[in-house]
Nanobody, 126 residues
Framework: QMQLEESGGGSVHPGGSLTLSCAGS????????IAWFRQAPGKEREEVAC????????AVAASVKDRFSISRDNAVNKGYLQMSDLKPDDTAVYYC???????????????????WGQGTQVTVSS
């Protein structure tokens, strides 16, 4: 069974850090773009970061670019989202997605049309 599972969410104070993990099972993540999305209550889902399976290039949303980074470790079939200097506005459910990257297909689009995890809650409050 092919699936993704996020972990690492939790509650932190403003200024804190968390690293989210996205573990793939049943398929080799090395061939898949990995992306992170988040959705806060009452808001649209938004793109956070994406890492290509082709060349490892990354894209990070402007709103978090100075604080978040994305990485992958194909050897252990995982992707990561490193988050620092967290703010209350970062409170959301964070989802990872992974999709095969066809030629010319942007990272986020590839991931969106692939597999999704169940989400992990991140809460930032004082």
């Amino acid at each position: 069974q092919m699936q993704l599972e996020e972990s690492g969410g939790g509650s932190v104070h403003p200024g804190g850090s968390l690293t989210l993990s996205c573990a793939g099972s049943g398929f080799p993540l090395r061939y898949y773009a990995i992306a992170w999305f988040r959705q806060a209550p009452g808001k649209e889902r938004e793109e956070v970061a994406c890492v290509s399976s082709v060349d490892g290039s990354t894209a990070v949303a402007a709103s978090v670019k100075d604080r978040f980074s994305i990485s992958r470790d194909n050897a252990v079939n995982k992707g990561y989202l490193q988050m620092s200097d967290l703010k209350p506005d970062d409170t959301a459910v964070y989802y990872c997605a992974a999709g095969l990257m066809g030629e010319g297909v942007p990272c986020y689009r590839a991931a969106t049309h692939g597999y999704w995890g169940q989400g992990t809650q991140v809460t930032v409050s004082s």
